[in-house]
């Protein structure tokens, strides 16, 4: 196998500890902040001081556990891998696994969205940036970070978005879903990406399960965990790609880097072929897209990989997307593979061909961060 000198993880996640809601959160805030409390030896998700999510075998701990989801498993938050809140512990975690840098998302903050009151949203946000960036600050060589911001209310977004580069944080996220209703591709967003684009800042689409926002899966499928997974993800990124895109986002910010996170790689060919075919036969109806959709993805997007997608790496090598391709590991998620998940990852690189793992875990993933 031949192992690139510099390995990026491009999609890594901690895990929040408790010291997040309490020491970096206004005593003010502090019972109304997304957060996660364990009582009776179970773990649960409380948004503004109500318990969101902690269905038996599902809570937040056995997501967050590699292996989590397996049957009988009784876990809490005080379960949870060192190496998913601790620094120090992380890097060990990246040695071992052959990870020499790496880019976090967040885990349980991934539902920020569910916060209703924008005041609080803001503080949730800010809390979790602060910690973020001390976690990073423990070896700024390695570890680099994502940040959230309180899209409930664009002026308090765009106020967090304005700490980013401050902080030394790479970007900042969005869910797929609309917060209130707003579509990224609104005028009243182009604050944001005037921020992105001046602070040199990443724009990361991530999505999870487990949230409460209208989606086309919480529409359909609360109550069953594995259904909300299963669609959660991509059906959320397709519609983002295409706000982002034919919603002429791009178009209006061509220097603009946007990054679409865990939904795979197989969906973007089609995708991609279906948007330009509407841009060949419909494009009268957005007459603001200027660039065909492939071209303004294949010049300014990004997608992560999981390590086994050997049929998508090959279909986006086959549309010369190879260099819009990130890897991520997914630690310490339930369905991550841990330990050996660079391992696997390189063997779906070689088996596509030389220069492809340098491009995906090297080259990619420091555009992207804009490193």
């Not at 109304?32 to 773990?43: F, G, H, I, M």
Request: net charge negative; proline share 6%; aromatic share 12%.
């Amino acid at each position: 196998m031949t192992r690139p000198a510099t390995v990026i993880d491009g999609d890594g996640h901690i895990c929040e500890p408790e010291l997040v809601w309490t020491e970096y959160t206004q005593t003010s805030f502090r019972d109304r902040v997304l957060q996660v409390r364990t009582e009776n030896n179970e773990s649960a998700v409380y948004v503004e001081g109500h318990g969101r999510f902690g269905r038996a075998g599902a809570g937040p701990a056995h997501a967050c556990i590699p292996g989590g989801m397996e049957p009988g498993r009784n876990l809490t938050w005080a379960d949870i891998l060192p190496g998913s809140y601790d620094p120090n512990e992380r890097l060990k975690v990246m040695t071992a696994e052959g990870i020499d840098q790496a880019l976090f998302f967040p885990s349980i903050h991934l539902l920020w969205g569910d916060v209703e009151d924008p005041l609080v949203a803001a503080e949730t946000c800010r809390a979790y940036n602060n910690w973020m960036s001390d976690f990073c600050k423990t070896d700024p060589e390695r570890l680099f970070g994502m940040g959230i911001i309180p899209l409930q209310d664009i002026d308090l977004a765009v106020s967090e978005a304005k700490r980013m580069r401050k902080l030394g944080l790479r970007g900042f996220l969005s869910r797929p879903e609309r917060f209130k209703d707003l579509a990224l591709y609104d005028a009243r967003c182009d604050a944001l990406w005037d921020v992105a684009v001046s602070d040199g800042l990443a724009v990361g689409i991530h999505g999870s399960f487990g949230s409460r926002m209208p989606s086309f899966s919480t529409g359909r499928y609360r109550d069953n965990v594995f259904y909300d997974h299963m669609i959660a993800h991509p059906f959320g990124q397709m519609a983002l790609v295409m706000d982002l895109i034919a919603g002429g986002v791009l178009d209006r910010f061509p220097s603009l880097r946007v990054g679409f996170f865990e939904s795979g790689l197989g969906w973007i060919p089609y995708w991609l072929e279906r948007l330009d075919e509407h841009f060949d036969v419909m494009g009268h109806h957005t007459p603001w897209l200027k660039r065909r959709p492939s071209e303004i993805f294949h010049e300014q997007c990004f997608v992560s990989m999981e390590a086994d997608e050997v049929s998508g790496l090959k279909w986006m090598m086959e549309m010369d997307l190879t260099h819009c391709i990130l890897w991520g590991s997914d630690y310490p998620h339930f369905d991550s593979t841990y330990p050996g998940a660079y391992e696997e990852a390189q063997t779906t690189f070689d088996s596509a061909g030389a220069g492809v793992a340098e491009q995906v875990v090297f080259a990619n993933p420091r555009r992207f961060m804009g490193l």
